[in-house]
């Protein structure tokens, strides 16, 4: 049996293990959160490298991209010092593949017409494939890196600005500790609404769901949300809410959407190479033959 581990920065209540089979090959999937203790991610590296197929990056990543860079993220990168065997990987070669493909197949299939849609995506350089394929489709389109990420109230409204601003801040931003950036450990349970304006103005509210929810308002009511990593308690909490659509771009297994970075691993896997020999199109060609599909949830009538 193939086994992946995610190891988290994040909150430990969130641990899921699942037996799955793909392609024929009988997968243990694994996420452990650390609750933001990094020594303790460290230590679980240390004590399971050569022991598993791959590892994924979960809580943080190890890099964002803006203008075709990738910046690396000097913190995240240190905690896998200690993985001299088993591969790991930030989920960054599916966001440009399965996310930019899952908003071309909403589209395509009607599920989300997006030219009528005002999106709200609260972290472009997190998700650059999900952010370009919005920004080609959307009637309009807030991205909220510098609100949800900095805390800065600026709202950036065209893909062209969220590169020159990236292209200024983010050499910069990578140097910073992770939980400047993004909830470790408890914060990732908890809820203070704030950016109350933008949620309430978009149709569709994009992006990281610690993100999304971490600041989400009270009423939802008729929005969708497009985002990953969810739980069946997430599922239900945007149920009473009163959101529309919830769609995961990674697959449900038990009641859970695993991140990107989970789902990585397992392609790493199955592909059987380095993660810096394998392109987009090698992604790409293996969520074909696997039919990949996003998962879509009316939680509540439109």
């Not at 952010?131 to 959307?138: C, D, F, I, S, V």
């Not at 890196?145 to 065209?158: E, K, V």
């Not at 050499?171 to 349970?189: A, M, N, R, S």
């Not at 394998?278 to 439109?302: H, I």
Request: with cysteine; proline share 4%.
């Amino acid at each position: 049996m193939k086994r992946v581990v995610s190891i988290s920065l994040g909150s430990s209540k969130r641990n899921k293990r699942v037996n799955a089979t793909l392609f024929g090959e009988e997968f243990e999937i694994e996420r452990v959160g650390t609750d933001g203790d990094k020594a303790k991610y460290r230590q679980l590296i240390a004590d399971l490298d050569g022991k598993v197929d791959a590892f994924g990056v979960g809580g943080t990543d190890l890099y964002v991209y803006a203008n075709n860079r990738r910046y690396t993220m000097r913190d995240s990168v240190t905690l896998f010092k200690a993985a001299k065997k088993t591969p790991y990987v930030d989920g960054s070669g599916l966001k440009n593949t399965l996310e930019r493909e899952t908003v071309a197949y909403l589209q395509e299939k009607g599920i989300v017409d997006f030219t009528q849609k005002r999106v709200l995506l609260v972290c472009a350089v997190d998700r650059f494939g999900m952010a370009e394929a919005l920004a080609k489709r959307a009637k309009s389109i807030v991205f909220g890196d510098m609100m949800f990420s900095l805390g800065i109230p600026i709202a950036i409204r065209s893909w062209g600005a969220v590169q020159r601003l990236a292209r200024l801040v983010l050499p910069v931003v990578v140097q910073c500790p992770i939980e400047w950036l993004y909830p470790t450990g408890e914060k990732q349970d908890k809820n203070t609404p704030k950016w109350q304006k933008y949620y309430a103005e978009a149709d569709v509210i994009a992006g990281d769901y610690h993100l999304i929810g971490r600041y989400m308002p009270e009423d939802l009511k008729g929005k969708i949300v497009l985002t990953n990593t969810t739980t069946a308690e997430n599922v239900e909490e945007l149920k009473r809410r009163g959101v529309h659509l919830l769609i995961t771009t990674t697959p449900v297994f038990e009641g859970r959407s695993f991140g990107t970075n989970v789902m990585e691993a397992v392609l790493v896997t199955l592909l059987n190479k380095p993660p810096d020999q394998l392109t987009p199109e090698d992604y790409f060609r293996k969520l074909q033959e696997l039919d990949w599909k996003p998962t879509v949830q009316e939680l509540n009538s439109a």
